[in-house]
């Protein structure tokens, strides 16, 4: 037996005389501070011993010589190591200490959490990703502490500093979630889970790969203390969150309390689904109690009721079980194409819209007639708006509808920030937008002008015409002045298509009004009133003839008046091979998505 390379003899396994297996070892040799075992390559018997311990041997150097034939059998090696069932302490310690961090290991803190009818981080997480997918980073750190605390003792109070995070494939797509864990010092944000998000964000980013977070917890830690830092404003964990606007799908999720920099992450979502039980906050009670703005209790800073109403919220759900699912629900539009459903009978939509020009209806119930897998954000708020994410043939799409109910379909300034921030979802991953317009027109008066309308309505212009997604208008009803060009993208030959239904009616503004204006001078010539009314109302009935879809139609202003059972084979237009694969560009297709 030769030195494979030059090294120093650190053992001698076997003497003079000595038996040895094939596989066994007769000499260590230590080379570059690494051992080495140089093996028997056959079974026999040492005859000499060529080398001592702590001599230095060159390459080619003979160690022993030996004479092959019977022995003893060998070790089997693996990997030139032998392969022995020991006990491996080292492993011990790294199964010990995993597992210090599991939920089978914190039975209290567990069963404080569903005597709240809460569920833990780590069960949220099992329930949203698939058995078996979820690679965990960061278990095994603990709060910045030290300084005050025990390392002992911070290991087993703060495992993972109180964010469970990782990738996991959600209906077998790969993803990055991650959970503030309230059992550990409130959910706050720690000095160490900010790097770990700094870590999983720009995995995020590096793969394209949608986020989910849980966003539950009280803001920042001052009690990490071992941090060398005065402020802590140099952390990048917001900014890099919010550089992932518009790249990959964000979902945010609040159940329970959710302030500051937590509520602050929540915000750069794409998404906000809230539990009933949810109060989220730029500032928790001790902040605002801080700032000398009084006293209050959690659960009054921001509850559901209030943040649903102003659009904080775009879907309320029950509890924790309902808003992984929504997360995993809202997940799908953003896969591309699926199966698509069975064919559903398209002529129950020419009975929706009643004949009766003044009568309302319930524009939810035209969308799920005429789409599949209908899901609404942002019910709560922007009522004369409806926004949704939906599917034809398995295909997804944004909607954007008119509500007749609220103001009679007129667009206020909360329903044009709706869609305007809807438009530049669906922008930013590719999905077409489909719109389904009634309405008078954009809201006017003096309430309204207070609300800022007119900036807040040039935001449906100024996305809508500036989108790369196809769009497409389908005029239900009414279809009058800005408001109607604005659910067009800007005009009636902006979009891919501009059709109307047997019940769509047009005018630069409301016919009424229009005739009022127009006709001052001569309806004001006629003194006799029941004569004014009289001539009024055959103008206003002339406006409306003119201005019917069939008449709009055939002067080109619009693509054609259909059949409403013939209106998916016009949405099918908008649909290209590539469409919803937002994942396949480049680059982002717009810089972000509007926080509003």
């Given at each position: 037996?030769?030195?494979?390379?030059?090294?120093?003899?650190?053992?001698?396994?076997?003497?003079?005389?000595?038996?040895?297996?094939?596989?066994e070892?007769?000499?260590?040799?230590?080379?570059?501070k690494?051992?080495?075992?140089?093996?028997?390559?056959?079974?026999?018997?040492?005859?000499?011993?060529?080398?001592?311990?702590?001599?230095?041997?060159?390459?080619?150097?003979?160690?022993?010589?030996?004479?092959?034939?019977?022995?003893?059998?060998?070790?089997?090696?693996?990997?030139?190591?032998?392969?022995?069932d020991?006990?491996r302490?080292?492993?011990?310690?790294?199964?010990?200490?995993?597992?210090?961090?599991?939920?089978?290991?914190?039975?209290?803190?567990?069963?404080?959490?569903?005597?709240?009818?809460?569920?833990?981080?780590?069960?949220?997480?099992?329930?949203?990703?698939?058995?078996?997918?979820?690679?965990?980073?960061?278990?095994l750190?603990?709060?910045?502490?030290e300084?005050?605390?025990?390392?002992?003792?911070?290991?087993?109070?703060?495992?993972?500093?109180?964010?469970?995070?990782?990738?996991?494939?959600?209906?077998?797509?790969?993803?990055?979630?991650?959970?503030?864990?309230?059992?550990?010092?409130?959910?706050?944000?720690?000095?160490r889970?900010?790097?770990?998000?700094?870590?999983?964000?720009?995995?995020?980013?590096?793969?394209?790969?949608?986020?989910?977070?849980?966003?539950?917890?009280?803001?920042?830690?001052?009690?990490?203390?071992d941090?060398?830092?005065?402020?802590?404003?140099?952390?990048?964990?917001?900014?890099?969150?919010?550089?992932?606007?518009?790249?990959?799908?964000?979902?945010?999720?609040?159940?329970?309390?959710?302030?500051?920099?937590?509520?602050?992450?929540?915000?750069?979502?794409?998404?906000?689904?809230?539990?009933?039980?949810?109060?989220i906050?730029?500032?928790?009670?001790?902040?605002?109690?801080?700032?000398?703005?009084?006293?209050?209790?959690?659960?009054?800073?921001?509850?559901?009721d209030?943040?649903?109403?102003?659009?904080?919220?775009?879907?309320?759900?029950?509890?924790?079980?309902?808003?992984?699912?929504?997360?995993?629900?809202?997940?799908?539009?953003?896969?591309?194409?699926?199966?698509?459903?069975?064919?559903?009978?398209?002529?129950?939509?020419?009975?929706?819209?009643?004949?009766?020009?003044?009568?309302?209806?319930?524009?939810?119930?035209?969308?799920?007639?005429?789409?599949?897998?209908?899901?609404?954000?942002?019910?709560?708020?922007?009522l004369?708006i409806?926004?949704?994410?939906?599917r034809?043939?398995?295909?997804?799409l944004?909607?954007?509808?008119?509500?007749?109910?609220?103001?009679?379909?007129?667009?206020?300034?909360?329903?044009?920030?709706?869609?305007?921030?809807?438009?530049?979802?669906?922008?930013?991953?590719?999905?077409?937008?489909?719109?389904?317009?009634?309405?008078?027109?954009?809201?006017?008066?003096?309430?309204?002008?207070?609300?800022?309308?007119?900036?807040?309505?040039?935001?449906?212009?100024v996305?809508?015409?500036?989108?790369?997604v196809?769009?497409?208008?389908?005029?239900?009803?009414?279809?009058?002045?800005?408001?109607?060009?604005?659910?067009?993208?800007?005009?009636?030959?902006?979009?891919l298509?501009?059709?109307?239904?047997?019940?769509?009616?047009?005018?630069?503004?409301?016919?009424?009004?229009?005739?009022?204006?127009?006709?001052?001078?001569?309806?004001?010539?006629?003194e006799?009133?029941?004569?004014?009314?009289?001539?009024?109302?055959?103008?206003v009935a002339?406006?409306?003839?003119?201005?019917?879809?069939?008449?709009?139609?055939?002067?080109?202003?619009?693509?054609?008046?259909?059949?409403?059972?013939?209106?998916?084979?016009?949405?099918?237009?908008?649909?290209?091979?590539?469409?919803g694969?937002?994942?396949?560009?480049?680059?982002?297709?717009?810089?972000?998505?509007?926080?509003?």
């Amino acid at each position: 037996m030769t030195a494979p390379f030059a090294g120093t003899v650190i053992a001698v396994a076997r003497e003079a005389d000595q038996p040895v297996g094939q596989g066994e070892a007769l000499v260590v040799l230590e080379a570059m501070k690494m051992e080495h075992e140089i093996l028997a390559e056959v079974a026999g018997v040492v005859r000499r011993v060529a080398v001592a311990v702590g001599e230095t041997v060159t390459e080619g150097q003979l160690l022993a010589v030996m004479d092959a034939g019977a022995a003893a059998p060998g070790a089997e090696r693996e990997n030139g190591r032998a392969v022995e069932d020991e006990h491996r302490e080292d492993l011990d310690a790294v199964i010990e200490r995993h597992a210090i961090g599991l939920d089978d290991a914190r039975p209290d803190a567990v069963a404080k959490r569903h005597e709240l009818g809460r569920r833990t981080a780590r069960e949220n997480l099992a329930e949203l990703v698939d058995a078996g997918t979820f690679v965990e980073y960061g278990p095994l750190i603990f709060a910045a502490q030290e300084a005050r605390r025990s390392k002992e003792e911070l290991i087993r109070r703060t495992p993972a500093d109180g964010l469970v995070a990782g990738v996991g494939e959600i209906d077998g797509r790969a993803s990055v979630v991650m959970s503030y864990d309230y059992t550990v010092l409130a959910g706050t944000q720690g000095m160490r889970n900010h790097l770990k998000k700094d870590r999983l964000f720009e995995i995020a980013e590096r793969r394209r790969l949608p986020l989910v977070l849980f966003a539950e917890g009280g803001g920042g830690r001052p009690g990490d203390v071992d941090w060398p830092n005065v402020a802590g404003l140099d952390c990048r964990a917001f900014g890099l969150f919010a550089q992932l606007s518009g790249l990959v799908p964000l979902v945010g999720i609040a159940s329970g309390y959710c302030f500051a920099g937590n509520a602050a992450l929540l915000g750069c979502c794409d998404v906000v689904i809230a539990t009933e039980d949810a109060s989220i906050g730029m500032g928790g009670p001790a902040m605002i109690e801080g700032g000398g703005l009084g006293v209050f209790e959690p659960g009054d800073v921001g509850p559901i009721d209030v943040q649903y109403a102003n659009g904080v919220v775009d879907l309320r759900v029950k509890d924790d079980a309902e808003a992984v699912q929504a997360a995993k629900r809202y997940l799908s539009y953003f896969r591309g194409a699926t199966l698509p459903p069975e064919s559903r009978d398209q002529t129950q939509l020419r009975n929706l819209i009643p004949a009766n020009r003044k009568r309302i209806y319930d524009v939810r119930k035209v969308i799920d007639a005429l789409l599949d897998d209908v899901l609404e954000l942002r019910r709560g708020f922007g009522l004369g708006i409806v926004t949704a994410l939906a599917r034809q043939d398995g295909r997804p799409l944004g909607v954007i509808a008119n509500d007749p109910s609220h103001l009679g379909g007129a667009i206020d300034a909360h329903g044009a920030d709706k869609a305007a921030r809807f438009m530049q979802l669906c922008d930013a991953f590719d999905l077409p937008i489909l719109f389904l317009c009634d309405t008078p027109g954009f809201m006017v008066g003096p309430p309204a002008e207070r609300t800022a309308t007119v900036r807040h309505f040039a935001r449906m212009f100024v996305t809508g015409a500036n989108v790369d997604v196809p769009i497409g208008t389908i005029v239900l009803r009414k279809g009058y002045g800005l408001g109607a060009q604005a659910m067009a993208g800007g005009g009636f030959k902006a979009g891919l298509f501009c059709v109307g239904w047997p019940t769509s009616e047009f005018g630069g503004m409301g016919l009424e009004g229009a005739v009022r204006l127009g006709m001052r001078r001569e309806l004001e010539a006629i003194e006799d009133p029941a004569e004014r009314d009289r001539a009024f109302e055959a103008t206003v009935a002339a406006a409306y003839e003119r201005g019917r879809g069939i008449n709009m139609a055939a002067y080109g202003e619009i693509d054609d008046v259909i059949d409403p059972a013939d209106s998916r084979r016009w949405i099918a237009t908008l649909f290209s091979d590539g469409s919803g694969q937002w994942w396949k560009h480049p680059r982002k297709r717009r810089p972000n998505v509007d926080a509003w």
